[in-house]
């Protein structure tokens, strides 16, 4: 086990961690594909403990609760992705996201419009003209305050980048904005580089109960798959009926 501290600036909600933040970090070790399932609170600027335990990472607090724990997984669980829209009609589709014109999660380091560049991602992804119902897209430049050595995007911030994303596919679908991350199974096939536009892709699976199921991609401007993941959001409320 080795002490990590998930920073004030990796928050999902303003006292917890970002859910793709942190079932990257949870993941990153990982060759290939991923799951991790968060099982309660992420504490923020406290020391934690990640660190093996059989055939998993698991993430703990110092008197051994468990927070969240990761495993290779079955590449069957990951969904195939629709075609990418252009990056013009992913900027076109950014536009519109809800999270500009409503506070759904302003100061999230995903999706938060109160972020500044180098700070938070900037993720604003809305409603695609002309896909179906739920689909939501938007473009996403990686700044260089996130790169590695080498410019490149470390796989934890590439897992932030597609955890909002699938919340706003479900508030496009159902109407409503409360939910959390639960569990996200991702692989990273190539990190993207620091200034290089990015497309990301969301649309929902399936809905049962208080369970909404949802698949994310990321692509290159050309149409090149870069990353893609399947998340288990979970409903705080009973779930509306999904708008016709």
């Not at 995007?153 to 479900?170: K, N, Q, R, S, T």
């Not at 369970?211 to 991609?217: H, I, P």
């Amino acid at each position: 086990m080795r002490k990590i501290v998930i920073a004030r600036q990796f928050c999902g909600p303003p006292n917890s961690g970002n859910g793709g933040y942190v079932c990257g970090v949870l993941a990153k070790d990982f060759d290939g594909p991923a799951t991790s399932v968060l099982r309660n609170r992420v504490p923020l600027d406290i020391d934690l403990h990640l660190g093996p335990a059989e055939d998993s990472m698991q993430l703990t607090d110092l008197d051994g609760g468990l927070i969240g724990r990761a495993q290779a997984a079955d590449p069957a669980i990951l969904p195939t992705p629709p075609a990418p829209p252009s990056l013009e009609a992913a900027r076109g589709a950014g536009a519109l996201c809800l999270g500009l014109a409503q506070r759904i999660h302003p100061i999230c380091f995903t999706c938060g419009p109160e972020r500044q560049d180098g700070d938070g991602l900037r993720v604003f992804p809305g409603r695609l003209e002309g896909a179906p119902h739920g689909h939501v897209a938007c473009v996403w430049t990686p700044d260089a305050a996130f790169a590695d050595a080498d410019g490149l995007i470390p796989d934890e911030i590439v897992w932030a980048a597609l955890d909002c994303p699938g919340f706003f596919a479900w508030v496009e679908t159902a109407g409503r904005h409360g939910a959390l991350l639960g569990t996200m199974t991702g692989e990273v096939i190539r990190a993207p580089a620091a200034g290089e536009p990015a497309i990301v892709l969301a649309w929902p699976l399936a809905r049962e109960g208080r369970k909404e199921t949802a698949g994310v991609a990321l692509f290159t401007a050309e149409g090149e798959l870069l990353a893609r993941g399947h998340q288990v959001w979970i409903v705080s409320a009973a779930p509306q009926a999904a708008a016709a």
